[in-house]
Nanobody
């Protein structure tokens, strides 16, 4: 079972990126999914989560209104659309699969993690 995150890169302040997280080896269509991030010298923090069918989403206050999480279960893929990026969004972004059908802001709810993709926002 693998979660492959992609879509990171270098973008200027105010720009946009879309991250993707593709699951292989098993389906996560019955599980909640989440995005977390870790900046240099900081702890991993919650960004966004989505429940199994996409009907319920949750965001960290720092990204609410700028980021959108979505999923396509037919493609076994979760997305994170990031708009109006700020320098403080610079981090390695990780996708994760929950042990539950719901999403969660808690790291301990997740049983599988992707390898991370680096997002760098320059001013």
């Amino acid at each position: 079972v693998q979660l492959q995150a992609s879509g990171g890169g270098l973008v200027q302040t105010g720009g946009s990126l879309r991250l993707s997280c593709a699951a292989s080896g098993r389906t996560f269509s019955n599980n909640g999914m989440g995005w977390f991030r870790q900046a240099p010298g900081k702890e991993r923090e919650f960004v966004a989560s989505i429940n199994w069918n996409g009907g319920n989403t949750n965001y960290a206050s720092s990204v609410k209104g700028r980021f959108t999480i979505s999923r396509d279960n037919a493609k076994n893929t979760v997305y994170l659309q990031m708009n109006n990026l700020e320098a403080e969004d610079t981090a390695v972004y990780y996708c994760a699969g929950s042990r539950y059908a719901s999403g969660s802001s808690e790291v301990r709810a997740y049983v599988k993690w992707g390898q991370g993709t680096l997002v760098t926002v320059s001013s």
